[in-house]
């Protein structure tokens, strides 16, 4: 069984830039959310999705968008990054059914705004 | 808002104690509650879940659910060095988000 794959580990980018970051679910799960953690801080809710759709979404502005794919991987999109966008960026995929609770992380992609 | 609460820490503790590590939270509708860990530099890493009030364990871990008092910890009996990381707790009220604490940083004491 594979876990969650993050891509890329590392990221460097210029204020003003945009940036897409790349997830693939762990085998059987249809559910991906996004977290922003800070350092020092808990993870940060950004969104999920579920069947391709959006599920749900934290306090992240527009510039903050999300796909799902029919594979169930994702893609984080941000828009005009800003210094304040550098942070390690988390997707973790759930199974669904009763334990869709459950959350299962990937190792993370880490940002750095410039 | 929603909030869930952990003492930052650091908590000490000898090898081969019992580290206990609590979390509040403040929605009484909170349905599942979950423990992870997060070793510096990596992902958080799920521990246990629970769902119901009392006592669920495995192996050297043990998670306490008290929702009456809005608290869940956990126990980590005979602690071993490789235990130190930072402990977050996670709690969802039955949609979609999960709300997290900052996190407790452990260190288990040689």
């Known amino acids: 069984e594979t876990g969650v794959t993050q891509s890329p580990t590392h990221l460097i980018k210029t204020r003003g830039q945009q940036v897409t970051l790349r997830c693939s679910s762990q085998?059987?799960?249809?559910?991906v959310s996004w977290y922003q953690q800070a350092l020092g801080q808990g993870p940060q809710f950004i969104f999920q999705y579920y069947r391709e759709e959006e599920n749900g979404r934290g306090n992240f502005p527009p510039r903050f968008s999300g796909l799902q794919f029919p594979n169930y991987s994702s893609e984080l999109n941000v828009n005009a990054l800003e210094l304040d966008d550098s942070a390690l960026y988390l997707c973790?995929?759930?199974?669904?059914?009763?334990?869709?609770?459950?959350?299962?992380f990937g190792p993370g992609t880490r940002l750095t705004v410039t | 808002q929603k909030e869930v609460e952990q003492n930052s820490g650091p908590l000490s503790v000898p090898e081969g104690a019992i580290a206990s590590l609590n979390c509040t939270y403040s929605d009484r509708g909170s349905q599942s509650f979950f423990w992870y860990r997060q070793y510096s530099g990596k992902s958080p890493e799920l521990i246990m879940s629970i769902y119901s009030n009392g006592d669920k364990e495995d192996g050297r871990f043990t998670a306490q659910l008290n929702k009456a008092s809005q608290y869940v910890s956990l126990l980590i009996r005979d602690s071993q060095p490789s235990d130190s990381a930072t402990y977050l707790c996670a709690v969802n009220e039955g949609n979609y988000q999960l709300i997290w604490g900052a996190g407790t940083k452990l260190i288990i004491k040689p």
């Open positions: 085998s059987g799960h249809n559910t």
């Open positions: 973790a995929s759930s199974p669904g059914g009763l334990s869709s609770y459950e959350q299962y």
